[in-house]
């Protein structure tokens, strides 16, 4: 990997499962009107940045979402089902209360009864933004559009947090993103975090 490379790290826009806080997992679930508002205005953002390849969950709501940067750049988008939601199993389409109602303790700690562990998750999706990287080339941007809880255990496996301290990360809101660089001594850090804006000098500017 060259080390001048970054990844962007971009959540999908509003579905109505999102607004009803309903589990999403891999059900594919589609933008709503909010979303594909967010979305498109995300994406006139993002392109002012350039970004030398686009990658995507195959889920609608991921890849609709990138649907609007290849728009906005030009860029083909590539699918990569290693970016998709955490398999939810029996909490799919199911409330933040109803899960909470059913399954306090497995809630409490977010084991999923016959979901994926998000160790696992946070494996495949640092992958795929490996192959990803495959497309960028020295000193270039990748966009990786995906889904909230799966983008952030990329990170955390990227960044080699612990388990124990996951929940330090925050979520990710709607159509916001988050943005790694790499470190000087090898492996990566984190530049940006649930963005919805483009700094002052740029995205991706050091702090020297």
């Known amino acids: 990997m060259a080390e ?14 999102n607004a009803e806080k309903r589990f999403q997992g891999q059900s594919d679930i589609p933008l709503d009107d909010v979303g594909r508002e967010q979305a498109q205005r995300a994406a ?3 392109a002012a940045l350039r970004p030398d390849a686009v990658i995507a969950s195959d889920l609608r709501r991921a890849a609709d979402t990138a649907g609007y940067l290849s728009e906005a750049t030009g860029l083909a988008v590539h699918t990569d089902k290693g ?3 955490r398999f939810g199993g029996p909490w799919e389409g199911l409330t933040t209360a109803e ?3 059913r399954w306090p303790e497995e809630n409490a700690r977010m084991e999923i009864p016959g979901g994926e562990p998000i160790e ?5 999706v640092a992958e795929a933004i490996e192959r990803g990287l495959e497309r960028v080339p ?15 255990a990329g990170i955390n496996r990227m960044l080699g ?3 124990e301290i996951r929940q330090a990360l925050g979520p990710l809101g709607n159509c916001s993103w988050s943005v790694l660089g790499p470190l000087r001594v090898g492996g990566w850090r984190l530049l940006e975090h649930n963005a919805s804006s ?8 050091d702090d020297r």
Do not use: D, F, K
């Open 4 to 17: 001048s490379r970054r990844v962007l790290c971009w959540r999908h826009g509003q579905t109505r499962w």
């Open 44 to 46: 006139r953002l993002l």
């Open 83 to 85: 970016l998709r939601e």
């Open 99 to 101: 899960i909470r109602e």
């Open 120 to 124: 696992e998750v946070g494996e495949r």
């Open 138 to 152: 020295e000193g270039g941007l990748l966009v990786a559009v995906g889904h909230g809880a799966a983008l952030r």
């Open 161 to 163: 947090l612990p388990a």
């Open 198 to 205: 483009l700094p002052e000098e740029r995205i991706l500017g």
